[in-house]
């Protein structure tokens, strides 16, 4: 693509291309077969060739090509599908010729055409359908009957016109319908900026075998106007003249038609006789009123004389009630490095007001615009709105500015500018002129740009000053020459930091020549360097008063190649008492690492409502923050949630099971949903029950299994257990200690209750879970009993034998507690659980205390009665002791029978 401001020789071609290429595709055109009208052996003759060309730039294409030629002679070769091919011969003026093999597509609209000029398109096209079938294909404009060699013939026009720098470029193109020749073309050209031209070309087809001249009598008809655009409510008038043709004379009967209909269309003669030789007129009225549809309407004239029948077209657009602009100065002279004025007029038309808004712009950059106002509400009557021009640093030359505006614009305007030349100057700019140091280059640069203005010619000194820092630089040239209208670019590196951190080290670059003087700053900014980000975990969190709570994570992220420590402080405002701390406070952060620190929140009395924590982390050049939304509610209100054990060890490549134990606080009950997050740790979490039903005053437990990946690094991780229910949410988090493969010892197994204490209302029973958890591959029956000195609670265990195994490593039961209703309030009793397994026995403990009944009927949390569960809860273990003894009389017959039954070394 060719760059249109820089003046070069195919300026020409380009804005001819663009004449002639459109870029609109109407949704009629995929009714056409684009297949090719000519055949083989056909010849067009173009006997009418002229072109001229006047201006201080050589002659360019297509012009340039057409230069002295007098005539043209086009013979088809072959016509195959949509390629056709032309054997071209150019006879100049001077006798000698000249011939081009040519190759055109009639699809497609690619050849090998040189200037682009199609000799040839589609037959059987009419507008408005493309000329070919691609996306930028021309619109054909119209199509009339015109006389080419002596016949009326259906005509395939296509015409643009174009606005440039300081001018403007047209073209018409006419192609035989029925055959897709090219009969006639017309190109003219002016424009005067850096150069000035006036180019004319015109080519006439005379002589063809595609028809011959009819020597019967014969008559053509043309509209003029044929393309208008009205108002609604208005009128135009349009003249149908009626042309003899090889001395046609008689009487030829007119007919109208227009579609869509509405409009009144009327003739004011409807019968014409035709003098032989001569042309007579008729007249057209196309009438609208103010109710009709705004659209375009196609109106269709025929002319019959017995069996010849001729018809032209007359398209016109009617559109609502609009505005009008107009000029005050159509062309305006301003002189570079400096500002000038043009009022334009809006005029109401049909009636019309509403509020629009107005654009100014230049078709080649240059000149800043301005519109005051821009937005005007136009009334009945006229509105003028004021353009302001500004020259500054504008090169000498020729523009053109175009006003457009917002709802229903007539038509935008086009105003002429030409920039004056000034006095000789240059310019200087930096690109970038604003940069970010880069600490890991070592370097920033940019580009020093000077710029000829005026014709400027000589050598610019450049000169550096530091005026905020200094640093060593670098000057690629420091004493460049500009030519005329010439630029040049000089790099200016800077080594290393002009300051320390922050904005802005600012280094200003001045240019001279003579008296001439010039400047820009290049201002750099110097980044901390490396840096990290702060995140907690839970965000939010609800704790009740008086409480001491591993609350929430606080996890350091390496964003860089940061290294260093990192300092962790905490800040609340408002009537908060107790405090915060963190586990540890300071982290040592390597370079892509990141670190998690426990915030932990003691609460104490009166503390109520909602607090903000402001957790902030601090290292040299860096602080970052990240807050904690705290509720504290009363002590009595909701419940807690305990975990055990703690920490819970598990070996890469294995699991393990945490109870996860839920007690109601002061009656409270809800469904209580439970989740867990182990961040970005990669421990893979399953609940036996993620929606826990808990009752009032009750301890509901819940376990959480959590497998290590064998790709687990040792070390400490956490798993952020939350429990939501009746809009209280509470956390626990699980500490998990990731450890190697243990030293190997001798079989053994441990015993564990949740929780170890129970507060229980006399008359009432509550429950507690027990875990075995056998270690180094133990295999064995393990008995269980519990027992409490003296007379009190009442208790059973759902099962009293548990067998464990190195494939079955962890087993629970129930302890079911029940207080008789005399138990005296205040009184402990502590409780005491004995697995033995041969001579190893292992013990837990719990301890009660008997709280105040408030009467009714002792009932346990599934609301039966007290001894029928203690009595199920008995028989049930009954159940389970004959269950194993049967088990171990197997066993026994088994190993007498040579059978290895479980047996784990």
Request: a neutral charge; one cysteine or more.
């Amino acid at each position: 693509m060719i760059d249109l401001e820089s003046g070069l020789p195919r300026l020409l071609l380009v804005l001819v291309l663009l004449c002639l290429i459109a870029t609109n595709i109407p949704s009629g055109r995929a009714q056409a077969n684009y297949q090719p009208g000519v055949n083989a052996g056909d010849t067009i003759r173009y006997g009418q060739v002229s072109a001229s060309w006047v201006g201080n730039l050589n002659p360019q294409s297509p012009f340039a090509n057409f230069l002295n030629v007098s005539s043209i002679q086009n013979t088809v070769s072959n016509a195959n599908q949509n390629n056709v091919t032309l054997r071209q011969t150019m006879i100049y003026n001077n006798g000698t010729m000249n011939t081009f093999h040519l190759l055109y597509n009639t699809q497609s609209g690619y050849g090998n055409y040189t200037p682009f000029i199609p000799w040839v398109i589609a037959e059987g096209l009419v507008a408005p359908e493309a000329a070919y079938e691609t996306n930028q294909a021309p619109t054909i404009t119209k199509t009339v009957e015109k006389v080419f060699v002596g016949a009326v013939r259906t005509v395939n026009v296509i015409s643009s016109f174009q606005v440039l720098s300081g001018g403007y470029v047209s073209s018409e193109e006419d192609f035989d319908q029925q055959t897709g020749i090219l009969l006639y073309l017309t190109i003219t050209e002016v424009y005067s900026n850096i150069y000035y031209v006036t180019a004319q070309l015109n080519i006439l087809i005379t002589q063809t075998s595609l028809w011959s001249p009819p020597v019967q009598p014969d008559f053509a008809i043309y509209a003029n106007p044929f393309n208008a655009r009205i108002l609604k409510g208005s009128s135009i008038n349009s003249t149908i003249s009626l042309q003899s043709i090889n001395g046609f004379q008689g009487t030829v009967n007119l007919s109208k038609t227009v579609v869509p209909a509405g409009p009144t269309v009327t003739l004011n003669q409807t019968t014409r006789a035709i003098p032989a030789g001569g042309t007579v007129n008729v007249l057209l009225n196309f009438s609208t009123t103010t109710s009709i549809s705004a659209t375009n309407y196609r109106v269709n004239i025929t002319a019959s004389a017995g069996m010849q029948v001729r018809s032209t077209v007359l398209n016109i657009t009617v559109t609502g009630p609009g505005y009008s602009l107009n000029p005050a100065q159509s062309y305006i002279a301003i002189p570079t490095n400096s500002s000038g004025t043009d009022v334009v007029t809006l005029t109401s038309v049909g009636r019309f007001n509403g509020t629009i808004t107005l654009k100014v712009v230049s078709l080649m950059p240059g000149p800043v615009l301005s519109l005051s106002p821009s937005t005007i509400t136009v009334k009945a009557g006229t509105n003028t709105t004021t353009i302001t021009v500004t020259t500054q640093l504008v090169p000498a030359g020729y523009y053109t500015l175009r006003v457009s505006g917002t709802g229903f614009l007539l038509q935008p305007i086009y105003i002429y500018l030409q920039v004056l030349p000034g006095p000789p100057d240059f310019t200087i700019n930096l690109n970038p002129s604003l940069a970010s140091y880069d600490l890991a280059v070592g370097t920033v640069a940019t580009h020093v740009i000077l710029t000829s203005v005026n014709e400027f010619v000589g050598t610019v000194n450049l000169n550096l000053y530091w005026i905020n820092g200094t640093q060593t630089t670098f000057l690629g040239l420091s004493n460049p020459d500009l030519t005329a209208y010439g630029s040049t670019s000089i790099q200016l590196k800077v080594f290393g930091p002009p300051i320390n951190i922050g904005c802005c080290g600012i280094l200003q670059v001045v240019a001279t020549s003579g008296s001439l003087s010039h400047s820009a700053n290049f201002t750099i900014a110097v980044p901390p360097g490396p840096d990290f980000t702060v995140a907690v975990f839970p965000t939010s969190i609800d704790l009740p008063q008086g409480v001491s709570v591993n609350a929430a994570n606080v996890t350091v992220t390496n964003t860089d190649t940061f290294a260093g420590s990192v300092e962790l402080l905490w800040s609340i405002y408002g009537a908060f008492y107790g405090g915060g701390s963190f586990s540890p406070s300071i982290v040592t952060l390597a370079p892509g690492s990141s670190g998690t620190v426990i915030f932990r929140i003691l609460i104490l009395p009166p503390t109520l409502g909602k607090f903000n924590f402001t957790i902030n982390v601090h290292s040299i050049g860096h602080s970052h923050s990240a807050t904690l939304a705290l509720t504290v509610l009363s002590p009595a209100a909701g419940y807690t949630i305990n975990s055990s054990p703690s920490p819970l060890v598990i070996q890469p490549g294995s699991s393990n099971a945490s109870q996860v134990a839920l007690t109601s606080i002061d009656n409270f009950y809800a469904n209580i949903s439970m989740s867990a997050s182990a961040g970005n740790s990669g421990l893979l979490l399953s609940w036996t029950t993620q929606r826990v039903h808990l009752t009032p005053n009750a301890t509901i437990p819940s376990t959480i299994s959590i497998t290590v990946p064998s790709s687990t690094k040792p070390g400490t991780y956490t798993v952020n257990v939350t429990g939501t229910g009746n809009g209280i949410v509470h956390t626990a988090i699980i500490t998990i200690l990731v450890v190697g493969p243990p030293i190997v010892g001798l079989p053994d197994f441990t015993v564990t209750v949740v929780p170890t204490q129970l507060n229980i209302q006399t008359g009432h029973s509550a429950s507690a879970i027990i875990t075995l958890n056998g270690l180094h591959n133990f295999n064995g029956t393990i008995s269980l009993n519990a027992q409490t000195a003296g007379n009190g609670p009442v208790f059973s265990l759902y099962t009293q034998v548990e067998i464990l195994s190195y494939v079955t490593s962890a087993a629970t039961t129930t302890l079911t507690i029940a207080l008789p209703a005399d138990a005296t309030p205040g009184s402990t009793y502590t409780i005491t659980i004995t697995a033995t397994n041969g001579t190893t026995t292992r013990q837990a403990s719990i301890v009660v205390t008997a709280t105040s009944s408030y009467g009714g009927q002792p009932t346990d949390t599934a609301g039966f009665s007290m001894l029928p569960a203690i009595a199920i809860g008995l028989l049930a273990g009954g159940i389970v002791t004959l269950a194993v003894y049967l088990i171990t009389k197997r066993r026994e017959s088994q190993e007498t029978a040579g059978t290895n039954v479980g047996s784990v070394a």
